[in-house]
């Protein structure tokens, strides 16, 4: 998931109030596009843990809550070398698989490596409690799909975003946008332009119809 649309959900607050910005952003060399922060690779992180659990959640079926329980406090999470994605070192903490050797990821740098710490599993396990709940609201089996491409554009593949978990019920054609933020600042759900990007590129896939509802949720934990 490490590439990123100029135009993607992310960033619609910035080119859909200026629709020239990607073009002049396309012009800065790639160091000046992708810069990051320590708070931002936290997050990044943070997501990886969170999405591991929610596919944890999809494999358990009514057995979901289990994934409440699991300790993840420890748990080493850092960025491969050779891409911008992150990963879980040695085990999944949810699954038992084994994920990433310690030679494939970058244990060197400070922005690179982190570990799970109290906070972090607060956090987590309460994105995985909302995603568990908006799947319990469904009437029918649900469709939940952990963090996924989304285009809400049709036939146009350059406007795509990464939405971190989507909750479908076939049976009554609810939909549930859920994006997980664990930064500190506190950001409005209202009108909300990632979660509306999201929302449409969700409602491109799936076959909603005129009486459904749409709910965007944003998991904020540490939002001050």
Sequence with gaps: MGEHSLVGASSMGRW?????SPSLISTLPPSLQNRSSRPAEQGSAAHRLADLGVQQIVAL???RRDVLMVPLVGTVLAKFKDRDDWEAVGEDPF????LADTSEVLLGFDYN???CDDE???GVRFYLETVIEAI??????AEVRPETRCFPVAGDDRVFGTS???VFDPASGNLWVLDFKYGRMLVSAIDNPQAMFYAAGSIEEFPTHGGAKVTLVIVQPRGE
């Design 113 to 115: 490596v982190f570990t």
């Design 164 to 166: 971190d978990c989507v």
């Design 120 to 122: 972090m599993e607060e």
């Design 136 to 141: 319990e609201e469904c009437q029918g089996v």
């Design 61 to 63: 079926g009514d057995g």
């Design 95 to 98: 699954s038992g698989a084994m």
């Design 16 to 20: 859909g109030n200026c629709t020239m």
